[in-house]
């Protein structure tokens, strides 16, 4: 069923009284949104292994199943390697887990908006607790990765679509979704662990996260006070056009006085949806904000799956595998922090980030080459700052994308520039491959 016209108020009226609740139940909708979209593709790979590592089978599947565990095992007894190397890099699991996300990426926003948001919000619910529940129930090999494939289709398609969804709300939601995808790494780890320490089984872990998925749903249904011209269960071409534009720029005028008038009227602007020759002149604007996040992606995943695994300290207080889980808990930590600091600073030149982060990595390369690091400490910050680096690049990139993207065209806009952080990632794993096979024949 449709929402009733009278549950949404007139937008420059949500901004005033009854009007703040509004705004924070959106933003509070919208991070729970990001924390659900990215949750099951965290939780989903050491959850594979442990299930796998229960599974009674022939040494060639358990060859496999180590392929799904992002830590690695300590003290590999064919491995002669100075780097104390996991036999398969942490780059494999990377590359299972983003091909469906980038796949997703590069076709749907072509199509997508054929299909309404609230059968969009179903979708990914039911695929990531299809996820959970493939992994959990797995008899085999391949049952765990079709659950991690299933992981990814939702937190792909999820991003793309909730990005789209902030233009029909105040710019400010955008902060909310950064900052709870952000926090999805941070919790989703630390949840899983939690629970699995208080002894419960990997199965019964996964069976309560299927909270999450019915998280999802509950937040989009029921908390976010969507306007009237948003298409949740069908697309009246007509009524669309009519109304996005007009509701869309009372919204973004409202909610960012910084951002100048207008140039043209929803009066002026052509109605319908864009065609697909719009389309591709739109992806040819979005260049200049794609190609630098891309970069930033591109250098920081390979850090964390071509280089991570090998900044090993030896004789310390940390294990191998331990440094290696503080390495991505204080990674997580950085992108919670710098997606929530949308509010409190805004970084126009995204260039200068991926400079800042493709520094970053060439010098971790080297630290790796010629082992002249002293301490762990010295990479926990640099971690930490890889981390701020990658969540400021993302927030900044869709903040901007919003503000300076034409009306008409900032829908699809959102939803296109996704493209570039998968781009980035699949990219990062191709050359951490190569890179590990290096390290570890030394």
């Not at 400010?172 to 662990?193: F, H, N, P, Q, R």
């Not at 002249?372 to 690049?393: C, H, N, R, S």
Request: hydrophobic content about 50%; aromatic content about 12%; charged content about 15%.
């Amino acid at each position: 069923m449709e929402q009733p016209a009278s549950v949404n108020s007139d937008p420059l009226q949500r901004l005033d009284g009854t009007g703040r609740c509004v705004q924070i139940r959106n933003w509070i909708g919208f991070w729970l949104l990001g924390l659900c979209n990215n949750f099951a593709y965290v939780v989903m790979l050491s959850a594979a292994h442990d299930i796998l590592e229960k599974q009674e089978s022939r040494n060639e599947t358990a060859s496999t199943s180590a392929s799904l565990h992002v830590d690695f095992q300590v003290g590999n007894s064919s491995n002669s390697s100075i780097y104390d190397c996991n036999p398969v890099s942490t780059a494999a699991v990377l590359l299972a887990d983003i091909l469906p996300t980038l796949f997703i990426k590069l076709f749907a926003p072509f199509v997508i908006h054929k299909m309404p948001y609230g059968i969009r919000v179903w979708f990914c619910a039911i695929m990531a607790a299809t996820s959970f529940l493939l992994v959990s129930f797995s008899s085999a090999v391949w049952m765990s990765i079709l659950g991690v494939i299933f992981a990814s289709i939702s937190s792909g398609l999820g991003e793309l679509s909730f990005l789209s969804l902030t233009v029909y709300f105040s710019r400010s939601v955008l902060e909310g979704w950064g900052s709870g995808t952000g926090a999805a790494g941070l919790i989703g780890a630390l949840l899983y662990s939690v629970l699995i320490q208080a002894g419960l089984s990997p199965r019964v872990t996964l069976l309560i996260m299927l909270v999450v998925p019915f998280t999802m749903v509950v937040s989009y249904f029921c908390l976010l006070v969507c306007p009237p011209s948003l298409p949740q269960w069908r697309t009246k071409e007509t009524e669309y056009a009519a109304l996005v534009s007009e509701d869309r720029q009372q919204l973004l005028d409202s909610s960012d006085e910084e951002e100048p008038e207008s140039s043209t009227t929803a009066e002026d602007q052509p109605t319908g949806p864009l065609s697909f020759r719009e389309r591709l002149f739109v992806i040819r604007g979005l260049w200049r904000f794609v190609l630098p996040l891309g970069v930033v992606y591109l250098t920081e995943y390979f850090i964390n799956q071509g280089l991570m695994e090998l900044l090993f300290f030896h004789n310390i207080f940390l294990t191998h595998a331990a440094q290696y889980r503080w390495y991505q808990t204080l990674y997580q930590l950085g992108v919670l922090l710098s997606r929530s600091s949308l509010h409190c600073v805004k970084i126009r030149r995204v260039w200068i980030l991926s400079v800042l982060q493709t520094l970053n990595a060439v010098f971790l390369l080297l630290a790796v080459r010629y082992l002249f690091l002293p301490t762990v400490w010295l990479v926990f910050a640099f971690i930490l700052y890889e981390g701020l680096l990658g969540g400021a690049a993302y927030v900044n990139t869709f903040h901007f994308i919003s503000k300076e993207t034409e009306d008409r065209h900032r829908e699809f806009s959102m939803a296109a520039a996704s493209i570039g952080d998968s781009l980035g990632i699949t990219v990062a794993g191709l050359i951490s491959l190569p890179v590990h096979t290096y390290f570890c024949s030394l």
